[in-house]
Every structure is written in structure tokens, then in C-alpha cells.
């Protein structure tokens, strides 16, 4: 059975909700522990290799939390102003962006990295605006003016035609399935 374009709801330029920016924030944090013991691994087997000294990594351990840390960041600022998108954020379909829908300023995405933590403190409560709050933001996202919206690129995510239906007919407005894939990033709350 056909289905008319009008009846699938667009998803791209919707603020994203905390399932998809707890799986892209996995994602990541995987990803940077993986590649952070690959290059100490690296370094472990070069200084063996060349200086023949053997590399501890229980000694010293705030230098390698730090070392992590700055690693860490280096990784979350660059992608994000490079591309608002971290490789988690990209698995998901995600991107950051201000709140105006602009991409993000070195300066931005290196504040938005740094008051991330606080985020978490106490108690993850700078998280709840995510789940509560209109846009979707975070207590991070709020200081640093940010919002993090579902972006696919070229290729505009979309609801199936029967979860669009399900979502009108419980009054929420979903936005018609855009015709060009160049539409802007859009200000409207996401669905559900």
C-alpha cells in the first residue's frame, strides 16, 4: 500500500531526547576509552621497543586520568566545531548547534565541552531539563547556548506514516516531510 508523502512527519531539525543522546553519549565514551588504550598501548610498545623502558600505568595514574582527560576534550571540541557531531552523535543522528541553529564557534564547542560536568553535578540534575523541558536542553547545553537536534544529512529522518497519524491524532504538530534536503535546522520541540 502506497503511502502519501504528505502523511510522513519530518524528523530532522526536532530537538533530540534523552534516549538518543544517552546512546550517542555511550557511543562516545566507548569509543574515547578504546582509542585512549590503543594510543597508551602504542606508547607502551614504542618505549619498550626504542628506550627499553617499561611503562607502568598503575604508577602515576592521575597523570594517565589526566592525560585521558585532555584527550577527551581535544576529541569532544574538535568534532563538534568541525562537524557538531562526535562519531557517537553521528552513529544516532545527532547534531549540536546554537540555539539559533547555527553551527557551533571553536569557542562554543570548547565552553560547552568544559561545563559539561556540571551537568552531572549533583546528582545528575543539570540532565533533567532533557527530559522536561521544551527544548531539550541540558544544564550544559543552557550555559553554553547550544541545543542538540536529530540531523541526518542529506537525507531527512522521517517518521512512518503510521506513527505520524498516531502522534496527530494525540494533538501533536508534526512537521510535513520536507521536499529538499537543504532545509534549515528547525526551532520546533520534539515529538513525543
Sequence with gaps: MA?????????SGHYAGGVTRSGAFIIDWFFMLAVYGLILGALQFLAGTFLNQEISYSEGSLVW???FLVFA?????????ITGKTIGKALVGLRVVTREGAPLTASRAAGRVIVFPLSFLPLGLGLIGILVGRERRALHDVIAKTAVVYDWGDR???????????????GVEVLPAADDAD????????AG
Design 3 to 11: 503511502m502519501a508523502k504528505n502523511e510522513i512527519g519530518q524528523v
Design 73 to 81: 576534550f581535544f576529541y569532544l571540541a574538535v568534532s563538534l566545531t
Design 156 to 170: 531527512p529522518a522521517s517518521l512512518p506514516a503510521p506513527m505520524t497519524r498516531w502522534l496527530q491524532r494525540r
Design 65 to 67: 586520568l589526566a592525560g
Design 183 to 190: 532545509q534549515q535546522i528547525g526551532s520546533e520541540p520534539a
